[in-house]
C-alpha cells in the first residue's frame, strides 16, 4: 500500500490555512521519498479554471478538474495534495469517487471564520462583508462541512509544521507511508 498513490484533500474557509499546511506536508512527503504534486485552489483557478466565476456551477466544474487530475495522478502512484475551499459537500464526494474511496484523504481544516476574516491578506472578507463581492463563501454563500473527514485539523492551537506532521503520522498509522524503521528494511531488502 505504501507505494500506492493517493490523494490528500484539504477544504475549508478561504484563509483556514489550507494551503500553508499543504505546502509543508509535500515538501515532507517528497523528503520521504514520494512524489507529491501540490494542486492548490487558486493556482488552479489561474490556469486550469482561468475564465470560470463563481456560481454553484462553476464552483463545481473547477472543484471536478482539481478531482479529475488528482486522479491521474493517483492512478500512476503519485500523491496529489489539493488545497480548495471545496465548499460543496456532494462535490466532494464526486471526486472521493474518482480518486478512489480508499486513496482519498479528506482534511477539514476546521478554522473559525473570524480567525480566516483577521488572517485575509486580500481583503476578500472585508469586501464581502462591504457587499463588494458577492456569493463568498462563509459571508453569503454557505459553506457545507464534511460529515466524517479522516482528519479535522485547527489551525488555532498549533504551528503548520506540527499540523503537517501530524499529517505524516497519520499516512504512516494508515499504510500510505512507511515510518522510517520500515523504510530502512524495506530497501535493506532490495
Not at 62 to 88: K, M, Q, T
Not at 120 to 127: E, L, P, Q, S, V
Not at 150 to 175: M, Q
Amino acid at each position: 500500500r505504501h507505494q500506492r498513490g493517493f490523494c490528500v484533500w484539504f477544504t475549508g474557509f478561504s484563509g483556514a490555512g489550507k494551503s500553508t499546511i499543504a505546502e509543508i506536508l509535500a515538501v515532507l512527503l517528497m523528503e520521504r521519498g514520494r512524489e507529491a504534486t501540490l494542486l492548490d485552489g487558486d493556482v488552479v483557478r489561474t490556469h486550469l479554471s482561468k475564465g470560470l466565476g463563481f456560481s454553484k456551477d462553476h464552483r463545481d466544474t473547477n472543484i471536478l478538474r482539481i478531482g479529475f487530475v488528482a486522479s491521474e495522478i493517483v492512478r500512476h502512484h503519485g500523491v496529489a495534495v489539493c488545497a480548495a475551499v471545496s465548499l460543496y459537500r456532494a462535490t466532494r464526494d464526486a471526486v472521493r469517487r474518482v480518486v478512489g474511496e480508499d486513496r482519498f484523504i479528506e482534511v477539514f481544516v476546521d478554522t473559525p471564520i473570524q480567525v480566516c476574516e483577521q488572517r485575509d491578506t486580500k481583503g476578500m472578507y472585508a469586501k464581502a462583508r462591504r457587499g463588494e463581492v458577492k456569493g463568498f463563501t462563509g459571508i453569503d454563500d454557505p459553506y457545507e462541512p464534511p460529515l466524517d473527514p479522516e482528519l479535522r485539523l485547527t489551525t488555532t492551537d498549533c504551528l503548520p509544521d506540527d499540523t503537517a506532521v501530524r499529517l505524516v503520522r497519520y499516512l504512516i498509522e494508515r499504510g500510505f507511508l512507511l515510518d522510517e524503521c520500515d523504510e530502512r528494511n524495506y530497501q535493506a531488502d532490495w
